[in-house]
Nanobody, 122 residues
């Protein structure tokens, strides 16, 4: 069973930046896609960004280039660099891994971590 530990969240002012990290264990990390999701207050969990085993990336359109996902296969860690943060980005951010169909339909995923809270406020 995959084990995921998110970190790096915190409180920042609008326009600030954060880098989230997700440490992965219990899986063959390099053979799976990784993704970041977020659960905004009052909304369902949504896919924010994904990166394939080969490094191809996709993002939620509304982010408008502000977020960047990356992975380090040696460290078995996936990152989410978040720039120009907005109050609307406030929520709990989670990572997970899987095949493409699991990334798209994350209700099929298990092993969710506790997430990391991102709060953007002045």
């Amino acid at each position: 069973q995959v084990h995921l530990v998110e970190s790096g969240g915190g409180l920042v002012q609008p326009g600030g930046s954060l880098r989230l990290s997700c440490a992965v264990s219990g899986s063959d990390f390099s053979n799976y896609a990784m993704a970041w999701y977020r659960h905004l207050p009052g909304n369902q969990r949504e896919l924010v960004a994904a990166i394939s085993a080969g490094g191809n990336t996709n993002y939620l359109d509304s982010l408008k280039g502000r977020f960047t996902i990356s992975r380090d296969n040696t460290k078995k860690t996936v990152y989410l660099q978040m720039n120009n943060l907005e109050p609307e980005d406030t929520g709990v951010y989670y990572c997970n891994q899987g095949h493409l169909h699991e990334i798209i339909f994350p209700d099929q995923l298990s092993g969710w971590g506790q997430g990391t809270q991102v709060t953007v406020s002045s």
